[in-house]
């Protein structure tokens, strides 16, 4: 579906919620889990006994755990080139010194 609508794109508003939060969510998973959780969420909404506000809030969104980690980790780095260059600069004050 995601394939068709990318050759031929069409209004969202044309599209069921339920399939639009498929698009949005199926292909955005890693593991079996996760693609099992967007059908059973899918479901509810075709059903009608959930929202997609509701299921947006619950569905797992491994892209953004990843983001978050590599966040993370540019912010150590960061903080640690900080802290090592301050250490450097305040030895080579101390060698200049004439």
């Not at 498929?22 to 909404?45: C, T, W």
């Amino acid at each position: 579906m995601v394939i068709l609508l990318g050759r031929r794109p069409e209004p969202r508003g044309m599209i069921p919620p339920g399939d639009q939060f498929f698009m949005d969510f199926y292909m955005k998973q890693n593991a079996r889990s996760g693609k099992l959780r967007v059908l059973e969420l899918r479901r509810g909404i075709i059903a009608g006994t959930m929202s997609v506000d509701s299921a947006r809030a619950v569905v797992p969104r491994p892209d953004l755990s990843i983001r978050g980690i590599k966040e993370r980790q540019l912010r150590q780095r960061l903080r640690g080139e900080n802290t090592e260059g301050m250490a450097g600069e305040d030895g080579d004050a101390s060698v200049h010194v004439t």
